[in-house]
């Protein structure tokens, strides 16, 4: 895939993360990218923003222990966060990023992913918006 593709992709996901942000009269202070595909696209829309990127790994075991946050990035706490990913299929990473980064005393106000393939509207009690919506039919 070329950069300028993703910056493409980006700069539409910035757009809806604006738009539902201004809806719900929130903002956020730092642009969470989820390894290993949401990052490129939270870098870019943290830019577009003018935001604080903030780099979460999540566990290498599925249902396992907490994921990570890169400490060579912006920290999450007392932070209000966009979330950003490439796809949601069950939901299950973001679900974990929201609770670890509850748990770091940061505050989810809003998930934006490039596509997302369930019928959900929001994980965790957080807001869920996607550039494209997949459904089985």
């Given at each position: 895939v070329y950069g300028n593709r993703i910056g493409f992709m980006a700069a539409a996901m910035a757009d809806i993360a604006l738009e539902e942000m201004e809806k719900r009269k929130?903002?956020?202070?730092?642009?969470?990218?989820?390894?290993?595909?949401?990052?490129?696209?939270?870098?870019?829309?943290?830019?577009?923003?003018?935001?604080e990127l903030i780099i979460y790994r999540p566990s290498q075991e599925r249902?396992?222990?907490?994921?990570?946050?890169?400490?060579?990035?912006?920290?999450?706490?007392?932070?209000?966060?966009?979330v950003v990913d490439d796809v949601v299929s069950t939901g299950d990473t973001i679900k974990a990023a929201i609770s670890d980064l509850q748990e770091e005393g940061g505050n989810a106000v809003l998930v934006v992913v490039l596509v997302n393939k369930t019928p959900q509207d929001e994980i965790a009690g957080v807001p869920l918006r996607a550039l494209i919506r997949a459904r089985s039919i």
């Open positions: 929130t903002d956020a202070d730092g642009i969470l990218g989820v390894a290993i595909n949401g990052i490129p696209r939270a870098a870019l829309i943290s830019e577009e923003l003018g935001k249902h396992g222990k907490g994921g990570a946050f890169s400490s060579n990035y912006a920290s999450p706490q007392g932070k209000k966060v966009l």
